[in-house]
């Protein structure tokens, strides 16, 4: 199994009865502190300069706009710097919200540029952007997967054919397409795809043999999710490996589980309850899903986003696992052996968890936790 540090880069300082309905869109930037920022941003880099030297895979990070519940508006920026701090580890852009960008010739250009900048550490992940982000850049949320899938085309066709070339299609018009630096990566960088678990991006992802990550569900979801997946591989003629499966969630160790419940439950309750809610109709705006996976996308995130989820029942259905280190290595070691994944990217800073207590579980999970895990996940032989 391979091992990611996965990083929000939230910002801990929304109050609980803020007067506001949301922490996105419309949360007013004044309460935002530059110079606070300064040492938030310091911290968490720092934080995940030393996963690495304790021996994690990668490191990850993602984007979201107009937000206290993620301070990354651009995860390339935050990708070049890991890359001038770090010598060894894959850095995981889980990922880049195509239907976002005016021009996805930027995407493949940035992330050539990165790819080569970090001798061939990048993994590029590709994602529509949750629904807050289509109120932020007013765009129609009908037209999220076509714009997409539009983007993800014309960048592999950046990073893969030799020729310039002209792309016309229903979004996107560009009379040249010549995209310099090539990735050092060939034929391109991984391709991860971060996903809630609709029915079309599952089939999407096992056509095209790229990586699945679950982010923020229940184990039952998570279960059904993956076997799913599995069963879309096996429709297009192979089997799932395990690499090709991630699992995202917030994790907490300590010495004892009482210690980590004690530590971890206000952090996690202003992660989920404080930064991360919002109207269903923000979360979900019409049109953004299908008919066919809004039911099921729906009932994997039932309450998550849009009420009020006590630690208890974060705890209960899965979204988090916190424990000690005992505890956390045996229920990831029966995850894995039912589930198949094999990349676990832990939040390992969440919420308002202080930068002490984040490097403390940095540290647990690293020395406690990994090495018993790393052999699990071996390749599943072919049909």
Partial sequence: MKFFLFHLMVWPHVPENSGYPQAWVTYPRQFYDPERGVAIYQ????????????????????EHHQTAYGTMPSPNIMAAALVARTQRAKIAILGNALPLRQNPQRVAEEI?????????????????????????????????????????????????????????GKYYKLRYVNTWPRPVQQPHPPVWIPSQGSVETIDWVA????TYLQTYS?????????????????????EAQPDQMGWALPVYVAETDAQAQAEAKAPLEYLFNTVFKMPASVFFPPGYLTPQSMARVLAN?????????TFETLLEKGYVLVG?????RQQLAEYQKAFGFGNLLPMLQFG?????????????FAREVMPHLRPLGEPVAAR
């Avoid at 279960?223 to 096996?234: D, G, H, I, L, M």
């Fill in 207 to 210: 056509a095209k043999r790229y």
């Fill in 301 to 309: 995130k039932r309450g998550l986003g849009t009420s009020y989820l």
């Fill in 112 to 168: 050539a540029m990165l790819d080569v900048l970090s001798g061939g550490r990048i993994i590029s992940g590709f994602v529509r952007g949750i629904g807050p982000e289509y109120h932020t850049f007013s765009l129609d949320p009908t037209q999220s997967r076509g714009r997409f899938m539009e983007a993800h085309d014309l960048i592999i066709r950046a990073w893969t054919e030799p020729e310039p070339f002209e792309f016309y």
């Fill in 218 to 238: 229940s184990i039952d979801s998570v279960r059904r999710v993956f076997q799913e997946f599995r069963e879309a591989c096996q429709r297009h003629g192979y």
């Fill in 324 to 328: 000690s280190t005992d505890t956390v």
């Fill in 43 to 62: 911290h968490y880099l720092e934080q995940m300069v030393y996963a690495e030297q304790l021996g994690f895979d990668g490191l990850g990070v993602n």
């Fill in 352 to 364: 308002t968890l202080s930068h002490e207590l984040a490097m403390k579980n940095i540290t647990l």
